[in-house]
Nanobody, 121 residues
Framework: QVQLVESGGGLVQAGGSLRLSCAAS????????MGWYRQAPGKQRELVAG???????NYADSVKGRFTISRDNAKNTVYLQMNSLKPEDTAVYYC???????????????WGQGTQVTVSS
């Protein structure tokens, strides 16, 4: 019904940068909040950054000042610019979107398949 496709993960050295993208498609009437989560081995999934439909943002304390979330509503796409990466940022990053579907007109919590980010020291 709704698909989220992520791209942009990979291997980078500490101090480097990556940009993640997540495009939503399918039976979309509108998209409310969008966000990025991550899960490191042996740890729980945690919120990295979120952005509302109006553009308000919030970040985990561990990434404030280094990561920037943005969205292009015309493309149903959310981005995560990650700068000054650290080894502790290594995780699988997941995109999330709260979508209002066309038919039926309901809220749908959609997740991407995840993209690996590895930061070497």
């Amino acid at each position: 019904q709704v698909q989220l496709v992520e791209s942009g993960g990979g291997l980078v050295q500490a101090g480097g940068s990556l940009r993640l993208s997540c495009a939503a498609s399918g039976s979309i009437f509108s998209i409310n909040g969008m966000g990025w989560y991550r899960q490191a081995p042996g740890k729980q999934r945690e919120l990295v950054a979120g952005i509302t439909g109006g553009g308000s943002t919030n970040y985990a304390d561990s990434v404030k000042g280094r990561f920037t979330i943005s969205r292009d509503n015309a493309k149903n796409t959310v981005y995560l610019q990650m700068n000054s990466l650290k080894p502790e940022d290594t995780a699988v990053y997941y995109c999330n979107a709260v979508v209002i579907t066309t038919t039926p007109r309901v809220f749908y919590d959609s997740w991407g398949q995840g993209t690996q980010v590895t930061v070497s020291s």
